[in-house]
C-alpha cells in the first residue's frame, strides 16, 4: 500500500509587525482587551501578495525535502485570498518556482483550507494518480480587513505555510481525516460584497467588511473541532494517551484551550504560536507545524492531531503519523523579507479609507 509522507516544511511570515499598542493608535483598544480576548500580541503585514508569499513557502518546503520544482506534479495553494480568480493563484505559485510540470489549482474553504488541501494530495499520492505534492496555505487577510471596527481588525494577520508530500510504501503522513461544513450557519462568518452575488453596476462597495459573530463562531468551532477530532481517533483506534502532540488552527487562545483541556493535553503537547501571528486562516496550521518542526516539538512517529474551523462554515481533522524526515536535507533564505516600510506604513492608505468611510 503506498503513503503520502511529509518530507519537507517551509513558512513565510512577512516582517512587519502590527501590534496591539500599534492597533490602539487608531483603534479604540488595547493590548490588555485584545490579548485576554484572543491571546494575540501582534499579527504580520505584508508587502508582497499571496502568491509570492505561497511561493516562498513553497521554496523553503522543496529546499527542506530535497526535492526539485520540476519534480512536483500537483500543487494546491489553499487560499480564500488569491491574488486572481482567472488564472488561479497556484498557476503563478509554479511560475514564480520556475516549473511548467505540475497541475495546479486553489482550494477555497478559509481556515480549514489545508487540512482539505492535505487530504486531497493524500488521497491522490495514495491512489497512485501522482507521486509528489506541494501543499500550501497563503493568505493575505489585511486586503479585506475594514480597519474601524475593532472586532475583526484586531484577529488577523499574513502569511503563508507549506508542505512537501511523497509517495512511499511507510505507514506515515495523514492516515485518517473527517472534513465536513455546516452550511446553515455560513452568514455569521463572511466576506460582504464580493464575488458575483453583488450587483457589479449598481451599489459598488467602497469598501470590504468582514461580517464576524465572535460568540457564536467560538461554540461552533469548539464543538465542530472536537466532534471531527472525536471521530478521527474513533476511525484510528487512537486513545488520547497516543497522542503526542495537537496542530490546531491558531483563531482563537481559548478555542485552543477548550480543544487542548477536552483532549487532556498538557501545555508542551500543543502546538500554539497565535500570539505572533493571529488568525493567518489556511496558512494558521502549516505555519504552526513548521515551528513546531523548527523547535524540536516533533519527533519520528509521532502521533500527531491536527483540527481546524472556518468559514462556511467549514470543519475538519486529520491524524498525523509523522514519518523520520525532522531534520531538513537543505534550506533556502528568504532574502526578499526585507521591507523598509512598518506594517502601518503599509497600511495607512487602508486605514484612511476605512476610517474616513466608518
Known amino acids: 500500500m503506498q503513503y503520502a509522507d511529509i518530507t519537507g516544511w517551509g513558512k513565510y511570515t512577512p516582517p512587519a509587525k502590527l501590534s496591539n499598542d500599534d492597533l490602539a493608535t487608531f483603534i479604540d483598544t488595547s493590548d490588555e482587551w485584545i490579548s485576554s480576548r484572543t491571546g494575540i500580541k501582534e499579527r504580520r503585514i505584508s508587502h508582497i501578495n499571496t502568491a509570492h508569499m505561497a511561493a516562498l513557502a513553497g ?36 511560475n514564480l518556482l520556475g516549473t511548467n510540470n505540475s497541475a495546479c489549482f486553489d482550494l477555497s474553504s478559509a481556515c480549514t483550507g489545508f487540512l482539505y488541501a492535505l487530504q486531497s494530495a493524500t488521497a491522490q499520492i495514495r491512489a497512485g494518480m501522482i507521486n509528489k505534492a506541494l501543499v500550501i496555505g497563503a493568505e493575505r487577510m489585511s486586503w479585506f480587513i475594514n480597519w474601524s471596527l475593532r472586532d475583526t481588525a484586531v484577529l488577523f494577520g499574513d502569511g503563508a505555510g507549506a508542505m512537501v508530500l511523497e509517495a512511499t510504501d511507510k505507514e506515515c503522513g495523514l492516515l485518517q481525516a473527517k472534513l465536513g461544513c455546516d452550511s446553515k450557519s455560513r452568514q455569521i462568518l463572511s466576506i460582504d460584497n464580493f ?42 483506534n487512537l486513545a488520547i494517551e497516543d497522542i503526542d502532540l495537537l496542530v490546531p488552527h491558531q483563531a482563537n487562545l481559548r478555542i485552543i484551550e477548550t480543544l487542548q483541556s ?7 503537547q500543543c502546538m500554539v504560536n497565535i500570539q505572533n501571528y493571529g ?28 483540527a481546524a474551523f472556518g468559514a462556511g462554515l467549514t470543519w475538519g481533522a486529520g491524524y498525523i503519523k509523522w514519518g ?35
Request: proline share 5%; net charge negative.
Open 279 to 306: 488568525n493567518t486562516s489556511a496558512a494558521t496550521v502549516p505555519i504552526a507545524f513548521c515551528e513546531a518542526l523548527e523547535q524540536g516539538k516533533v519527533k519520528p512517529g509521532d502521533t500527531i492531531m491536527s
Open 195 to 236: 464575488g458575483t452575488d453583488i450587483d457589479r453596476y449598481e451599489n459598488f462597495p467602497s469598501a470590504l467588511q468582514i461580517t464576524f459573530s465572535g460568540p457564536d463562531i467560538f461554540k461552533r468551532a469548539v464543538r465542530g473541532m472536537g466532534k471531527a477530532t472525536e471521530t478521527v481517533m474513533e476511525k484510528a
Open 59 to 94: 521554496k523553503q518546503a522543496l529546499a527542506r525535502a530535497g526535492v526539485d520544482a520540476d519534480d512536483i506534479d500537483l500543487i494546491i495553494v489553499a487560499t480564500c485570498t488569491p491574488d486572481t480568480l482567472v488564472p488561479n493563484t497556484a498557476s503563478k505559485v509554479q
Open 324 to 358: 523520520n524526515n525532522v531534520t531538513p536535507k537543505n534550506d533556502y533564505i528568504q532574502e526578499e523579507q526585507h521591507v523598509d516600510k512598518t506594517a502601518k506604513e503599509l497600511l495607512a492608505v487602508a486605514i484612511k479609507h476605512c476610517t474616513n468611510n466608518s
Open 262 to 268: 477536552k483532549l487532556k493535553l498538557k501545555d508542551e
